[in-house]
């Protein structure tokens, strides 16, 4: 079964850089898709970006074009999301999550088309 954890979040002033971290354990990465999504207070789960195991970026979210990019280390069974300009509007939970790849599975920007989550990490910008 296959487990996500996140690290790697914190309090981080407008301006700054934070590195995200997806570690997953239980089996191996490379078989997965695997996306980031933001959940901000009071607000539905944002797709941020989604990477093939191949390391072919799909999306990214409109917002954090040119200053978010997503990475993976299938060796290391680990994908990231660097994070650099950080914006208020960029505060909230981040969770990876990760669907096999398979018949009917894409790097999709719906949250329930992904059947592994992790339980977030949380980042606050602020001054």
């Known amino acids: 079964q296959l487990q996500l954890v996140e690290s790697g979040g914190g309090l981080v002033q407008p301006g700054g850089s934070l590195r995200l971290s997806c570690t997953a354990s239980?089996?191996?990465?490379?078989?997965?898709?695997i996306a980031w999504f933001r959940q901000a207070p009071g607000k539905e789960r944002v797709a941020i970006s989604c990477?093939?195991?191949?390391?072919?970026?799909?999306h990214y979210e409109d917002s954090v074009q040119g200053r978010f990019t997503t990475s993976r280390d299938n060796a290391q069974n680990t994908a990231f999301l660097q994070m650099a300009k950080l914006e208020t509007g960029d505060t909230g939970v981040y969770h990876c999550?990760?669907?096999?790849?398979?018949?009917?599975?894409?790097?999709?920007?719906?949250?329930?088309?992904?059947?592994?989550w992790g339980q977030g990490t949380q980042v606050t910008v602020s001054s």
């Open positions: 999550a990760a669907v096999r790849v398979g018949v009917g599975t894409r790097c999709a920007r719906v949250a329930a088309d992904f059947g592994y």
């Open positions: 239980g089996a191996s990465l490379y078989n997965y898709y």
């Open positions: 990477i093939r195991p191949s390391g072919t970026i799909v």
